[in-house]
């Protein structure tokens, strides 16, 4: 069965960085969308940057362009999630996420979810 398994969160200053990975598993990598999504308390699940189906360009919502940059490692079937001049505004539970020619990177069309990893941006 379709399994991702994030890691990677943890604390980091202001200014910092982290690289987030999700392992995947039990579906074809090449032609699944995957992405990174994160939430934070009473707001909706965010896209943050996905890899499409058909081609494989990818998304970057506004709040993260030229930050961070997602990327891919098929042999380990791995996607990562680098985040660089991390801000507080950041600081939310990151989920990676799958489907099968979703409209987009948004949440609602994503059908298979790992468990999160936190990531809490503060001095």
């Not at 032609?31 to 890899?51: D, H, L, M, N």
């Not at 539970?93 to 941006?121: F, K, S």
Request: glycine share 12%.
């Amino acid at each position: 069965q379709v399994q991702l398994v994030e890691s990677g969160g943890g604390l980091v200053q202001p200014g910092g960085s982290l690289r987030l990975s999700c392992a995947a598993s039990g579906f074809n990598l090449d032609i699944y969308a995957i992405g990174w999504f994160r939430q934070t308390p009473g707001k909706e699940r965010e896209g943050v940057s996905c890899f499409s189906s058909s081609d494989g360009s990818t998304y970057y919502a506004d709040s993260v362009k030229g930050r961070f940059t997602i990327s891919r490692d098929n042999a380990k079937r791995t996607v990562y999630l680098r985040m660089n001049s991390l801000k507080p505004e950041d600081t939310a539970v990151y989920y990676c996420a799958t489907a099968y020619w979703p409209r987009g990177c948004l949440a609602g069309e994503y059908d298979y979810w790992g468990q999160g990893t936190q990531v809490t941006v503060s001095s």
